[in-house]
């Protein structure tokens, strides 16, 4: 099974869940021919002459599941053309995947296509108004579920960081999951400085984040081992030296 049959298994558990009924053969042909015969995660393919045609067929298909059919396209490299076409016929948003049973069958599009460095899909979505970078809601990062884009960014090129900033990312808002719960973006990568597997993109990122107005405090100063600026911050407020937290 390659990753796009899996994804439409994942996607026809949500809509049975969601509308009570399966996809009929008409929609479920409409969304492969939206994203099918995937090669890895993240590179599929997409046949926008067949999509015409079923919708000159059955114009109702962009009503019942184009938001679906988006919501896939927009997951590959490989899947533009597809997203074009549907954001030209007024599809401005993703389906909801989000059935209530622990976010079982849950796709979040942005987070796929982010993670892979599929920018020039995102950038087409979200200059679309169909979404953005601040907040994606994805089973990754623990309950609750929604982050940045920031999240997988920290520690990966700093064009992943970039992106994300430009396109709505919050260098302020912290983390929702896992380990890093609680850490603002800065914080996060900051921790990573001075390892051998990430410092030669955290600096970069620093650097990005403190462009976007990120708070440079303490607990950042102190990560990227910057003793003249964690001197500086005492001498305006003591108290920083003791506090406690990832946070100030």
């Not at 599929?118 to 623990?142: D, I, K, Q, W």
């Not at 403190?210 to 005492?234: H, T």
């Amino acid at each position: 099974m390659n990753d796009t049959e899996y994804l439409m298994q994942k996607m026809t558990r949500a809509f049975e869940m969601r509308e009570g009924r399966s996809f009929t053969a008409p929609e479920k042909e409409f969304l492969t021919a939206a994203a099918h015969g995937a090669t890895d995660l993240c590179h599929a393919s997409c046949d926008v002459t067949r999509m015409e045609a079923l919708l000159r067929e059955e114009p109702a298909l962009l009503e019942s599941v184009g938001t679906v059919a988006l919501a896939m396209a927009t997951s590959y490299f490989g899947t533009l053309d597809a997203v074009r076409f549907l954001l030209d016929r007024g599809i401005r948003e993703f389906y909801d995947c989000e059935t209530g049973l622990h976010r079982k069958h849950q796709h979040e599009p942005v987070t796929k296509a982010f993670y892979h460095g599929n920018f020039e899909t995102l950038r087409t979505v979200f200059e679309a108004g169909v979404s953005n970078a601040a907040v994606t809601s994805t089973s990754h990062v623990g309950w609750p579920a929604n982050t940045s884009l920031l999240f997988w960014a920290v520690g990966r090129p700093v064009e992943y960081t970039e992106f994300a900033l430009r396109y709505g990312a919050a260098p302020e808002v912290p983390f929702s999951g896992n380990g890093e719960r609680g850490n603002t973006p800065l914080q996060e990568a900051a921790s990573r400085f001075g390892s051998a597997a990430w410092t030669s993109d955290v600096a970069d990122t620093v650097s990005a984040l403190l462009g976007y107005g990120a708070n440079y405090d303490v607990f950042s100063a102190c990560g990227m081992d910057d003793l003249e600026w964690v001197r500086e911050l005492a001498a305006e407020d003591a108290a920083v030296v003791t506090l406690e937290g990832r946070r100030t």
